[in-house]
């Protein structure tokens, strides 16, 4: 395969690479366009002209430096081994493969994706999305054999993108909606992926019925049909094993899977937990559940979210905690079909401790919650600070009010040793402190901890994410 006739360079080696908005010629999708979309199909091969790319709107040519467009990128192929079942997981290669140009940089997925072409690219002649979808095509038909034959469309203008757009959004839903028939007890087979350690070299997914990969794009059907096609690649069978806690999710198996490919960095993982042994996050995650000490609840906010949550933290500044391949209790990478398995987070009291999420995650998976559940959960335009989600939550009565008395309990009994100056016998549980903000300063409660530290720094995150001097 070559790509003599591409202006910039090809190749794995660029994954990774960051463009940073000063360097940007471009910006395509993205948090700050309202539709985008990545989408592939299997076809027949005579509905495909091989090797065709296809532009409906401005090209890259036609575009004026440092604003940003819309992106529809259609990927359709064929080859007589290939069924729908994998098209989510080709789907996810759409991200690989467009970080391997040198000056393109492609985040997230699906309705979230975002790419930025960089000005060194752009000045190198990499002036046309021709180029790109050519690219793809030569990358999808050398790295998956079994594609025969491939066509590229791109959609850049805010009309022509809104009918893919719409088809792909019914795609995402059919292949949810699927997803949503089996749990982690009908099968006897997990899947891992490790397409994202180029990225975050610590984290492997384990993909099951009940846990959707973090990023949304690969739920259990798809990895099958990944791990059958080519059983070495980026996605591959994890046989659970003994279930040592069906609580927690945890399996020998899914531990032995992490252990092996974190290079010994994690030996244990909580499937159905965020705040022991939590599985790990990359950086694709399509939304954060996180802990909020102040109501003992959790909260979860989505990328596209463009203002800070419920604990006075943006999505970026939690992101950061979050990913990277860590295991951070309290703060845990999610995909939006997870938050409706009955499985959800279990371990950690499930969708009953979920008091807060913006408006329009609640819309997407409200229909799937425990309908006496929903009216209880305040988004956005319920409550502003966590003053007001106190008031809430008693107000609706929402079932996380019940372990406020526990709650209270235990801390007057440490007020109560602190005050007649007690040694108090000190445990070795984790403990989490998921950032401060929200009103009236913050809170820093450490329980059961033994805590050794040279100096702890706290800084104040402002609204736009910002570090404050
Ligand atoms: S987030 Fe997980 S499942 Fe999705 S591409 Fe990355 S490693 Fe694979």
Sequence with gaps: MSFSDIPVDVGPVYEGERIRAKQMYVELGGPKIEKHFELVRVKQPKEIKDGQVTIYGPDLKDMKEGERYPIGILVEVAGEELEEDLEAVFE???????????????LNQRYTNWIRLSKAAYEKGFNTLDLLGKVLIRLYKAELPIIKQAQVTFYTDPKDIEKPYDMAMEIYNKRDERARTIHDEDVDMFYGCVLCQSFAPTHACCITPDRTSLCGSINWFDARA???????????????????????????????????????????????????FPHTSCGCFEAIDFYIPEVNGHGIVDRNYGSVAINGLPFSAMANQTGGGKQMPGFNGVSIQYIVSPKYQQYDGGIETIVWMPKAVKDRVGDFLPQDLVGKIATEEEVQDLAQLKEYLQEVNHPIVETWAEMLEEEEEEEEYEAEGAMVPMGTVGMTIPGAGGVGGFKIILKNCKVHAEAIIIKKIDSKGKRKK
Excluded: Q, W
């Excluded at 996810?92 to 492609?106: A, D, L």
């Excluded at 945890?250 to 030996?267: A, C, F, H, P, Q």
């Design 92 to 106: 996810r290669r759409v991200h690989e493969f467009c970080n391997f140009v040198n000056g393109i940089m492609h």
């Design 226 to 276: 990944a791990a059958k096609v080519d059983p070495k690649g980026p996605i591959y069978e994890v046989p659970p094993k003994e279930c040592l806690d069906e609580l927690a999710g945890e399996y020998t198996g899914v531990n032995e899977m992490i252990k092996k490919r974190s290079l010994g960095e994690i030996d244990r993982i909580f499937l159905y937990s965020g705040m022991e």
